[in-house]
């Protein structure tokens, strides 16, 4: 049994204080007015914040382990563990490892995204388990839709038991996140490693045009399967109407990074959580030009935070949510806690209460940034951390 006292605990409705929480085994056990007798350990935690750890469902940071340059590639298991480390540092306790599976190469070569890859870390991340770990390890495939290959590839992992979450990907030009043309022939040429003037953007937007892509019913067939095994399944750069009515057919139950405050707003009237990148709030915009976070979050219609490429923006995120923009804290925190949890099929996760799992942060604001001193993973502590001055 571990107690913390002394502990500004971030409840799912308000900030708590004076109270002790207590832990049994891999359990929040109770909030509490005294510690209780048999306690194994007493944790103080000084007046700082006490709050869930973070479910991160949308990250690639991973990659950047194994592949750190283009021509340096790195054991998995040993970028998983140092990743891990990483991110567990970060408030991060579930991680939502996001691998692609790409028809073509347009955004940049990468030996990480074939069939191969894909399929070795995604047993690397359901194994994991049976070994030493400090986090909870979960594969989110991202598949893009004009990768017929894929449909055949998903079910396959699918009835494997590799898969957690899927998300359905178009990155063709003129919709979704690359709406805007000359936005996408910039980052075409930078992927390619060209001069914008070198690159044959008519003769590229030409095959676009006339490519095949996964069918609806072939799409509608993987969210069924998908389900079927209790796994989410997302959309990704909604921009539309049409295509989220689309994808509510097709059985889409996250709509990740809508294009514009409407369009998130219309996926939420339809039912889908909505994810925003905590990127965004940290640089006060997207980073392709769409929606800030931020107003969505203010506007209320963005339910996750996840960290895409930055894992740090998680915590950073929360709290300037909170500083800056003067949103109550619970209400940030569940965006990347309780939220994500209850989005991915995790009920257990992701709140202070009894019966849920005991994954911790304690939050310290020091030159007024937020900084994790200690973290909890199934009620043991796997980090302490103290500044100095």
Do not use: W
């Not at 971030?10 to 306690?39: F, H, N, S, T, Y």
Request: hydrophobic share 40%; aromatic share 8%.
């Amino acid at each position: 049994m571990i107690a913390i006292k002394n502990g500004r605990l971030v409840l799912p409705d308000r900030v708590q204080d004076g109270k002790i929480l207590v832990l049994v085994d891999d359990r929040i056990r109770g909030i509490e007015d005294e510690i209780p007798q048999g306690a194994d350990r007493v944790i103080d935690a000084h007046g700082r914040y006490v709050l869930p750890g973070f479910l991160d469902i949308h990250s690639d940071r991973i990659e950047q382990f194994i592949l750190p340059r283009p021509t340096a590639r790195f054991d998995f298991e040993l970028a998983l563990k140092e990743c891990e480390r990483e991110l567990l540092h970060q408030g991060i306790t579930t991680i939502f490892h996001s691998f692609s599976l790409y028809k073509d190469e347009k955004f940049g070569k990468s030996p990480l995204r074939t069939l191969q890859s894909v399929r070795e870390m995604a047993a690397l991340i359901r194994d994991i388990h049976d070994r030493y770990h400090l986090i909870h390890h979960r594969f989110h495939l991202r598949l893009e839709i004009d990768n017929l290959d894929a449909y055949d590839i998903a079910v396959d992992m699918i009835e494997r038991g590799l898969i957690h979450e899927i998300s359905f990907m178009d990155h063709s030009p003129g919709q979704g996140q690359y709406k805007d043309l000359a936005i996408y022939r910039t980052a075409l040429a930078k992927y390619s490693g060209m001069a914008e003037e070198d690159y044959d953007f008519e003769g590229f937007l030409e095959r676009e045009k006339n490519k095949e892509m996964l069918s609806f019913a072939q799409l509608r067939d993987l969210a069924r399967l998908a389900h079927s095994r209790g796994i989410a399944v997302a959309s990704h750069d909604d921009d539309t109407r049409e295509k989220l009515d689309l994808n509510r057919e097709i059985g889409v139950d996250i709509s990740e990074f809508p294009i514009t405050i409407p369009a998130a707003q219309y996926a939420k009237s339809l039912g889908f959580y909505t994810v925003v990148g905590a990127p965004n709030i940290l640089r006060g915009g997207s980073h392709s030009g769409n929606m800030s976070a931020a107003e969505a979050v203010q506007a209320g219609c963005a339910d996750i935070l996840c960290s895409d490429y930055y894992p740090p923006a998680i915590l950073h995120g929360v709290f300037l949510l909170h500083s800056k923009y003067g949103l109550p804290l619970p209400e940030v925190v569940r965006k990347a806690t309780r939220n994500p949890a209850l989005a991915v099929g995790l009920p257990d996760y992701g709140e202070i209460a009894p019966g849920r799992k005991a994954d911790l942060l304690i939050v310290e604001i020091l030159d007024n940034y937020p900084v994790i001193t200690h973290v909890l993973v199934d009620g043991r502590a796997t980090s302490r951390v103290e500044y100095r001055r």
